[in-house]
């Protein structure tokens, strides 16, 4: 009978524990990532030792220590199976001076479009948001009333940082409320950076891949009451600030229109290299063109004064030389002469037989015909394509295009 009861309670006394246990353990596994290191294995080594101490048989098989039985001690009572509520931490105010300075920096980088200073104090910020930085820093003059509301990260120096602020546009009175997120690491050297993967911009935009523990992180952290609190502060805070002011308004719209007309017309800095190398190949290219082709048109007459030159004289084309019979009256040319003249008072001889009309036109009565050898003094060219003469004491009208080919 005695023995029964003493089997019966060292059951009982087992199963209690085993409840202890395995609360405990799942303690641990729902707050990982709020338990340090050094608190989690202290509460491992309490939950071996309690497993240990209460096994059947083990020390002694009675769940005493042996100095306590050695003693006739009685062992310090457990704990009653029920562990006291945790509540889920809330993000802490501008409690660490490091962020929020590293936070201010960054938004005043920003403003001035300082991609040195932005790329000294974080890593992985692309070609692309260098290029978003550099547009908004055409309307944004500055970044005030920063605050920071801050969470432990995935690893040991990491940060979960909601941050708020009021942005101030070029040339308009007071500033738009805004919020933002980053993710803080410390580097190997003790030093704290922004991780850009994590930034708004490339979490809108998913231009870098990100690590999936550190997005399922983040997601519980923004899916917190309190930073869902905070986003619906601010935004009643943003409605309010443009509908108070035409001027805010207007500016927001115009930079939502400017950020849009940048995403559609962004490309690559490989790209835009590409274009450039493409259009200065295609300029080399023309400009060889032209000067090949006018090399070539300098050549030509060169090239033909050449052959001409060592073609025999009996194979070169000689126009034949016209004769006119001394029984016919001379032809006269009826297409429109060129219009030009023989100097005032220059003497010709005639080389050949010309009509000398009385007036300017090829129909008007003949004053006579020279013959060849006659002497023909020029006194007026017209610009109707006559030269008015003097020949054998008479004055008549010889056409200028003959007595220029005299």
């Known amino acids: 009978m005695n023995f029964l009861n003493r089997e019966d309670e ?3 006394l087992v199963s209690e524990n085993r409840a202890v246990i395995d609360k405990i353990t799942e303690f641990l596994k729902k707050n990982v990532k ?4 050094s608190a989690m294995i202290v509460a491992l080594a309490s939950v071996l030792m309690l497993a240990g101490c209460n096994e059947p048989g083990g020390n002694g098989g009675q769940g005493k220590d042996p100095a306590q039985q050695e003693q006739g001690q009685t062992p310090a009572p457990t704990e009653e199976a029920g562990q006291p509520e945790v509540k889920k931490d809330e993000y802490e105010v501008d409690a660490h001076p490091e962020v929020k300075e590293l936070v201010s ?6 403003a001035a479009g300082d991609i040195d200073k932005l790329l000294s104090i974080t ?3 692309s070609d692309m948001e260098k290029s978003y930085v550099k547009m908004m820093d055409e309307h944004v003059e500055s970044y005030s009333n920063v605050t920071c509301y801050t969470k432990e990260g995935l690893e040991e120096g990491s940060y979960m940082v909601s941050a708020t602020f ?3 546009f070029s040339g308009v009175e007071g500033g738009l409320p805004g919020m933002d997120f980053f993710y803080l690491r410390t580097d190997k050297d003790g030093k704290v950076y922004i991780d850009n993967r994590y930034s708004s911009f490339n979490r809108l935009l998913k231009e870098q891949e990100t690590e999936a523990e550190v997005d399922a992180l983040i997601e519980e952290f923004e899916g917190g009451e309190d930073v869902q609190k905070l986003r619906t502060e601010v935004q009643e805070k943003y409605e309010a600030a443009v509908a108070g002011d035409e001027n805010l308004k207007k500016m927001d719209g115009t930079v939502s229109e400017a950020i849009k007309q940048w995403k559609e017309s962004y490309k690559p800095e490989e790209e835009q290299k590409e274009d450039t190398e493409k259009e200065d190949t295609e300029k080399k290219e023309t400009k060889k063109k032209k000067k090949s082709k006018k090399k070539k048109e300098e050549e030509k007459p060169a090239e033909d004064a050449e052959a001409n030159a060592e073609e025999p004289a ?3 084309e000689q126009a034949p030389a016209e004769e006119p019979k001394a029984d016919e009256t001379p032809q006269e040319d009826t297409t429109t002469p060129e219009i030009n003249y023989v100097p005032e008072g220059k003497v010709l001889t005639a080389t050949n037989r010309y009509n000398v009309r009385k007036s300017m036109d090829e129909s008007a009565d ?3 015909t020279t013959e060849e050898g006659d002497s023909i003094t020029v006194i007026l060219s017209y610009a109707e394509g ?3 003469v003097e020949w054998n004491g008479l004055t008549g009208y010889i056409r200028t295009d003959l007595l220029l080919n005299n």
Not at 34 to 37: A, G, I, P, R, T
Not at 105 to 110: D, E, H, L, P, V
């Open 10 to 12: 060292k059951r009982g």
């Open 34 to 37: 709020y338990v340090s290191k």
């Open 105 to 110: 920096a960054y938004y005043n980088s920003y």
């Open 123 to 125: 890593q992985y910020l």
């Open 166 to 168: 009021d942005m101030k």
């Open 314 to 316: 009996e194979n070169q």
């Open 366 to 368: 003949l004053v006579g």
């Open 386 to 388: 006559w030269t008015k």
